[in-house]
């Protein structure tokens, strides 16, 4: 017996009126109200007869329902027809749609897939469904090689020497040098290179390789800075006929010495500053390019070495990609498929000796291989972006229009950060600008063009392709919501495949298969792996093969690939190759996790990252803060996910695969408590720390990198508080202080004390012995900050300044005056050593002096630091020190040349220079600088008047190799414990730009590692 319902609530009649669609709607409300509500399709048979309905004083007649509104998304309607003789005589199909979501082509092109699938299948009833081909005449030759008919005999340019190595980069550059020779080939900041003055080094380099055994088919790894010495390295590997490795030096120590060894570099080649970021024993075969002698090593090799110089089918370079089995892994590129690339990029940009191209991308991010190479090979013009300059669009803004560039590369992601930026607007003079590895949103598109007149272009390829196989030009209209990614280029072939290998219909979504020239030889040393994602070409010529790229999309009746997404757990972050299993690996190498699981989540703030893991036993659940430092420690800073879940169990679906879907929701670290905010700019930055980054409150001490900041956020926050506040930062400020506490003082009034405290936390907070920092003769610390990006996330930073800079207070007299003010300031903050000190310049010399004091008070002194600071044993006169001289030393600090001011160098004009920098030194007012200026003076004073004396403790000397200033030994007639020197390739005023600063932050780092105790009371 059925149970009948009854109705209490009349209530529940309220609103019986309403459409369905809206109660669903209401129910679901970011479901589109554009499409059905229950489902899409709708099938109908009508097998029966004629329909009657008999009912007293009704007549009921049938009604034609063509031209009226589609109830549903597509409709099929069978309906059986019969003869005279009442047997059926077949069976006819109306398809109804939604003309708001289907044009009369495709649906006309379903109907007929569906009605040779009918056709096909009563035809041999034993077949199954998946071998049924639904392509109608001419498709699947249309799929298959009419939109892949993209051969092209290349035609190279006249070389130096007919050969295979024509063929080759190598051959390229050296048939541009003939060509234009004394045409400007290079620039990276004051370094200025023709093509044979760029040809000459590279030439000496690749001899001294080949002296020490590089030949055609070894591996040189490049550990070196972005600079013009990265260019002619990579240069000279490849004339040495081997393949160039990258080595990205903000990569963990262990990742770095995992693609060491299993790359197995016959020379790794780098520099004295980079050498602190190599695992030590990385390789016996070091070419430290400033290392003594090595200038001279090369010279004699140029002479006399044999370079067999690469050849088409040579790996020209390796770089590697994020690994699904929990390890990156080496990607092989031959000569035969860049070269390819770069004629093809050639013949559809066209650049010349009048265009610049912008190098930015950091070497271990593939599309850097054309922004190194295509200028080269082309007589235009390659323009190095500083290290670090990548992350930084107001810096790139800057760049662009100082250097006039005319062609450069954003991932959207970036590129959209860099259309917010102010200054974007003022890049006039570019040309084109070339997007890949991201979706394009049309919405992105659009405001491109709205700002700047340049084109913009869409390419798409992996790592395993040659950088990029399909091309689409952003001028021409599509409607989809993400850009296309377009067409093949030159010698190359994309089908869209389904399970089964057979060619997907036109409009219908299948896996991206590549094929052609551009195909890499496969993944070092592992065959398995790349016989998997490297397979035999069922449609190509005989022994071709086909690159499963993992990618879903679809063809348009135009011919032109759409993205669609992904068929694996892979995933695209900022424009970086993330295998969310390399990530697992890591995580279960943690001796407390069981097991984890990683996901991927679409955010406001842009992707982030979800750990879960479970514990490796009863009462052994991980601390997520730890496992985020353990995955710092192994992972780029990409990889390291925001969220950590400690679950009980993985969750599964029935056939034993893990339901990501059953997962909670991610939990965010907790965090230590922190102070609240305390005045209303502090107030204001916790808000906008936690709208950002997605966290419910935020307190002054919490880090914006820890609470899962980077780069891209960053340009998001400084446009923020631009808005809020009205006060201007760079990237940069952000990466020196990251807590809200620290960037307050950054946006303190110019006349507060914040910035000019004699004290200056630079990076409070942390359970280590923090650095104290004294600041070098122009009285200041703030180029200290960038240090904090380099050292242990524990450890504190903080800047010794000058008095006099902030008020009009008496200047110190000598350096034991100086010393023992500073030594009272840092005791405030700790009260107990072992103490940590560093200074540069006239600073380490004070710090020197400081460490004698702490000594002579009972306490240890753990680092002494000294940045191309030297002793003295006897008085001399001060140096000469005028307004001028002050002025040109606050010009170079801005990086602007006195001929540029357009007057005589005075206040009012470098006033006026200053603040329109946008640099740090910006935010003084004009008495604060003749301040600086009092101090400067007395600094020189002071330096030249006062003898250097002597402490127990050893020290760690980095010296600048460019007009060196002194001799580092002399530090041991002043220290007891033992002086480690290292060269840095650079002059004394440059220590603290990114390159030398990144090399120092590396050597610091590794002395720093293990934790001090730090007594702060």
Same mark, same amino acid.
């Given at each position: 017996m059925v149970e009948r319902v009854r109705v209490t609530d009349l209530a529940a009649f309220a609103h019986q009126d309403v459409p369905f669609e809206q109660l669903v709607h209401a129910l679901q409300p970011a479901r589109s109200l554009a499409r059905h509500p229950l489902f899409q399709v709708m099938i109908v048979l009508q097998n029966n007869a004629v329909a009657s309905l008999d009912l007293p004083g009704v007549v009921a007649r049938p009604v034609d329902g063509e031209g009226g509104a589609a109830k549903f998304d597509l409709g099929f309607n069978f309906v059986e027809r019969t003869g005279p003789d009442g047997g059926p005589v077949g069976i006819e199909l109306t398809v109804e749609y939604s003309a708001d979501l289907f044009d009369e082509s495709t649906v006309r092109r379903i109907g007929e897939r569906l009605v040779r699938l009918l056709t096909a299948g009563t035809a041999d009833p034993a077949m199954p469904l998946g071998r049924l081909d639904i392509l109608g005449d001419g498709e699947r030759e249309q799929l298959l090689t009419g939109w892949n008919d993209t051969g092209r005999t290349l035609e190279l340019p006249a070389a130096v020497e007919e050969g295979p190595e024509s063929e080759t980069i190598a051959g390229l550059f050296a048939a541009q040098v003939a060509r234009t020779p004394d045409a400007l080939a290079l620039v990276a900041g004051d370094t200025r290179l023709t093509y044979a003055e760029l040809e000459a080094r590279s030439a000496a380099l690749a001899g001294l390789l080949a002296a020490r055994g590089v030949g055609r088919g070894d591996v040189v790894a490049v550990a070196v800075p972005r600079s013009a010495d990265l260019t002619v390295a990579l240069l000279a590997a490849i004339r040495a006929g081997a393949a160039y490795l990258p080595i990205e030096l903000d990569y963990p120590a262990e990742r770095v010495a995992h693609m060491l060894a299993d790359a197995a570099p016959a020379v790794v080649v780098t520099t004295s500053g980079a050498l602190g970021a190599l695992p030590v024993g990385a390789a016996a075969n070091l070419v430290v390019l400033d290392g003594p002698g090595t200038r001279e090593e090369a010279e004699a090799a140029l002479g006399t070495a044999v370079l067999p110089g690469p050849l088409p089918d040579s790996p020209a370079y390796v770089i590697y990609t994020s690994g699904s089995t929990g390890l990156p892994k080496g990607v092989v590129v031959p000569h035969r498929g860049i070269v390819n690339r770069l004629l093809w990029m050639q013949d559809a940009y066209r650049i010349g000796p009048d265009d610049r191209v912008l190098q930015k991308t950091p070497s271990g991010f593939d599309v850097s291989v054309w922004e190194f190479f295509w200028p080269l090979v082309t007589g235009a013009v390659q323009v190095v972006a500083e290290p670090g300059g990548h992350r930084d669009p107001a810096y790139l803004a800057r760049l662009i229009q100082d250097a006039g560039v005319t062609t450069t590369h954003f991932v959207p992601s970036m590129l959209e950060v860099f259309l917010a930026e102010p200054q974007a607007a003022r890049c006039t003079g570019l040309r084109r600008v070339l997007c890949s590895g991201e979706a394009l949103p049309t919405g992105l598109r659009e405001r491109f063009r709205a700002l700047l007149p340049a084109g913009l272009h869409n390419l798409y390829g992996p790592t395993e392709a040659s950088v990029d196989v399909t091309a689409w030009d952003c001028a021409e209209e599509s409607a989809a919501a993400v850009v296309p990614i377009g067409r093949p280029v030159w010698n190359t072939r994309t089908y869209v495949l389904d399970a089964a290998l057979a060619p997907a219909p036109v409009g219908s979504g299948g896996e991206l298969y590549l094929g052609g020239v551009q195909l890499a030889h496969g993944y070092l040393g592992r065959a398995g792996l790349t016989a998997e994602r490297f397979v035999a070409d069922p449609y190509g010529p005989p022994g071709s093969r086909l690159y499963r790229t993992g990618d879903l999309a679809r063809i348009t009746a135009a011919g032109v690939l759409e993205y669609l997404g992904r068929t694996d757990d892979q995933v695209k972050i900022r424009g970086r190759r993330v295998e969310l299993g390399e990530i697992e690996h890591a995580l279960t190498r943690h001796p407390l996790v069981g097991s984890a699981v990683v996901t991927a989540r679409t955010t406001p703030s842009g992707v982030t990252l979800a750990a879960y893991v479970t514990s490796a036993?009863?009462?052994?659940?991980?601390?997520?803060?730890?496992?985020?430092?353990?995955?710092?420690?192994?992972?780029?800073?990409?990889?390291?996910?925001?969220?950590?879940?400690?679950?009980? #169990?993985?969750?599964?679906?029935?056939?034993?695969?893990?339901?990501?879907?059953?997962?909670?929701?991610?939990?965010?670290?907790?965090?230590?408590?922190?102070?609240?905010?305390?005045?209303?700019?502090?107030?204001?930055?916790?808000?906008?720390?936690?709208?950002?980054?997605?966290?419910?409150?935020?307190?002054?001490?919490?880090?914006?990198?820890?609470?899962?900041?980077?780069?891209?956020?960053?340009?998001? @926050?400084?446009?923020?508080?631009?808005?809020?506040?009205?006060?201007?930062?760079?990237?940069?400020?952000?990466?020196?202080?990251?807590?809200?506490?620290?960037?307050?003082?950054?946006?303190?009034?110019?006349?507060?004390?914040?910035?000019?405290?004699?004290?200056?936390?630079?990076?409070?907070?942390?359970?280590?012995?923090?650095?104290?920092?004294?600041?070098?003769?122009?009285? @200041?610390?703030?180029?200290?900050?960038?240090?904090?990006?380099?050292?242990?996330?524990?450890?504190?930073?903080?800047?010794?300044?000058?008095?006099?800079?902030?008020?009009?207070?008496?200047?110190?007299?000598?350096?034991?005056?100086?010393?023992?003010?500073?030594?009272?300031?840092?005791?405030?903050?700790?009260?107990?050593?072992?103490?940590?000190?560093?200074?540069?310049?006239?600073?380490?010399?004070?710090?020197? #002096?400081?460490?004698?004091?702490?000594?002579?008070?009972?306490?240890?002194?753990?680092?002494?630091?000294?940045?191309?600071?030297?002793?003295?044993?006897?008085?001399?006169?001060?140096?000469?020190?005028?307004?001028?001289?002050?002025?040109?030393?606050?010009?170079?600090?801005?990086?602007?040349?006195?001929?540029?001011?357009?007057?005589?160098?005075?206040?009012?004009?470098?006033?006026?220079?200053?603040?329109?920098?946008?640099?740090?030194?910006?935010?003084?007012?004009?008495?604060?600088?003749?301040?600086?200026?009092?101090?400067?003076?007395?600094?020189?004073?002071?330096?030249?008047?006062?003898?250097?004396?002597?402490?127990?403790?050893?020290?760690?000397?980095?010296?600048?190799?460019?007009?060196?200033?002194?001799?580092?030994?002399?530090?041991?007639?002043?220290?007891?414990?033992?002086?480690?020197?290292?060269?840095?390739?650079?002059?004394?005023?440059?220590?603290?730009?990114?390159?030398?600063?990144?090399?120092?932050?590396?050597?610091?780092?590794?002395?720093?590692?293990?934790?001090?105790?730090?007594?702060?009371?």
């Open positions: 036993g009863p009462g052994r659940a991980p601390d997520p803060a730890a496992l985020r430092d353990h995955l710092t420690g192994v992972l780029p800073d990409h990889m390291v996910p925001v969220h950590y879940t400690l679950i009980d #169990a993985v969750p599964v679906t029935p056939n034993g695969k893990v339901d990501r879907k059953a997962l909670p929701e991610p939990e965010l670290l907790e965090r230590a408590p922190g102070r609240a905010p305390r005045d209303g700019t502090e107030t204001a930055l916790c808000e906008i720390f936690a709208e950002l980054l997605g966290h419910p409150t935020v307190s002054i001490d919490d880090n914006f990198f820890e609470l899962g900041g980077h780069s891209l956020l960053a340009t998001r @926050l400084i446009s923020m508080v631009r808005d809020r506040l009205g006060a201007g930062m760079s990237v940069v400020s952000i990466f020196e202080a990251p807590t809200v506490a620290a960037l307050a003082l950054r946006l303190a009034d110019a006349d507060a004390a914040g910035p000019l405290s004699r004290l200056l936390p630079l990076r409070s907070g942390g359970t280590g012995a923090p650095v104290f920092c004294v600041h070098p003769l122009g009285g @200041l610390s703030w180029p200290y900050a960038g240090l904090a990006e380099h050292l242990p996330a524990d450890v504190g930073l903080y800047g010794l300044q000058s008095a006099g800079i902030g008020d009009d207070e008496p200047l110190p007299a000598t350096v034991e005056e100086m010393a023992a003010d500073y030594v009272a300031r840092i005791r405030t903050v700790q009260a107990r050593g072992p103490y940590r000190l560093l200074g540069w310049s006239l600073g380490g010399r004070v710090a020197h #002096a400081m460490a004698g004091l702490l000594e002579a008070a009972g306490q240890e002194v753990e680092l002494l630091a000294l940045l191309d600071a030297y002793p003295r044993t006897e008085p001399e006169p001060a140096a000469s020190f005028s307004e001028e001289d002050f002025l040109r030393g606050i010009l170079a600090a801005i990086g602007m040349d006195a001929d540029e001011l357009g007057g005589p160098v005075e206040f009012g004009r470098v006033m006026a220079a200053m603040r329109a920098s946008g640099k740090e030194l910006a935010g003084l007012t004009e008495e604060q600088l003749r301040r600086l200026q009092r101090v400067m003076a007395n600094s020189f004073r002071v330096e030249a008047g006062s003898v250097t004396g002597r402490c127990r403790a050893g020290a760690v000397m980095f010296a600048a190799t460019v007009d060196p200033a002194g001799e580092p030994g002399d530090w041991l007639q002043h220290i007891e414990g033992d002086l480690e020197i290292h060269s840095v390739a650079a002059a004394h005023n440059d220590l603290m730009r990114p390159a030398p600063l990144a090399g120092i932050g590396a050597v610091l780092a590794k002395k720093l590692a293990r934790t001090a105790p730090v007594d702060r009371a």
